[in-house]
């Protein structure tokens, strides 16, 4: 399975950004961040047809999961973005339980939240 992330980018504390993941095959996916000096963490995760999620607590309520399968595709969609929200994002295969990371890593996209 082959992944390849996009979407980051610069945003003020409140702002909003859409990341993407596009997969070569269908899977169960997760998105995970890593900031400066930390260690990677699990963000959210979606099965194969949408039908379930997961989220982190940092971030429910304020980001979304999605995916679309006939474009190839799974979405984070970020909104209230908040300085702590700053890292290097990836995406990565996940089990169907959505709680067992399978894949490798990406190149990951940076998202900076900042005034």
């Known amino acids: 399975l082959h992944l390849v992330e996009s979407g980051g980018g610069f945003v003020q504390p409140g702002g909003s950004l859409r990341l993407s993941c596009k997969y070569s095959e269908e899977s169960a996916v997760g998105w995970f961040r890593q900031a400066a000096g930390q260690e990677r963490e699990f963000v959210s995760a979606i099965n194969s047809n949408g039908g379930s999620t997961r989220y982190s607590d940092s971030v429910k309520g304020r980001f979304t999961i999605s995916r679309d399968n006939a474009r190839n595709t799974i979405y984070l969609q970020m909104n209230s973005l908040r300085p702590e929200d700053t890292a290097v994002y990836y995406c990565?295969?996940?089990?169907?339980?959505?709680?067992?990371?399978?894949?490798?890593w990406g190149q990951g996209t940076q998202v900076t939240v900042s005034s």
């Open positions: 990565s295969r996940m089990s169907a339980t959505l709680n067992i990371r399978l894949g490798s």
